[in-house]
């Protein structure tokens, strides 16, 4: 259920970076550094933050201006750097 859940929300932890990932990420903090967490609250969560970028397509991750983000940005995460849209 979780895994059909994860997939609706472009959220797909186990897609390998690609070589774009790599540059995107450059000048970014590292999820530790920004206290990630994939599960944010319903009034603090990453796809209502102004950094939030939605995944291109269901083929794609969702990602952040801010965290570098490997393995896909959570629509539903959270982070210390969070601010509302
Ligand atoms: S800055 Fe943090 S809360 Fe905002 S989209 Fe990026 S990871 Fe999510």
């Known amino acids: ?13 186990w897609q ?3 070589r774009s990932d790599v540059r995107a990420n450059a ?3 590292s999820k530790l550094q920004a206290d990630y967490t994939p599960q ?6 990453c796809s ?3 950094f939030f970028i939605p995944a291109k ?3 794609h991750n969702a990602h ?3 965290v ?3 393995n896909g940005i959570s629509p539903k995460g959270w982070c210390k750097f969070w601010s509302k849209r």
């Open 1 to 13: 259920m979780a895994h059909r859940n994860q997939q609706a929300t472009g959220y797909r932890p």
């Open 16 to 18: 390998t970076q690609t």
């Open 27 to 29: 000048d970014k903090v």
């Open 40 to 45: 944010g609250t319903m009034t603090e969560h």
């Open 48 to 50: 209502i933050c102004e």
């Open 57 to 59: 397509s269901n083929r």
């Open 64 to 66: 952040c201006e801010k």
């Open 68 to 70: 570098a983000s490997q």
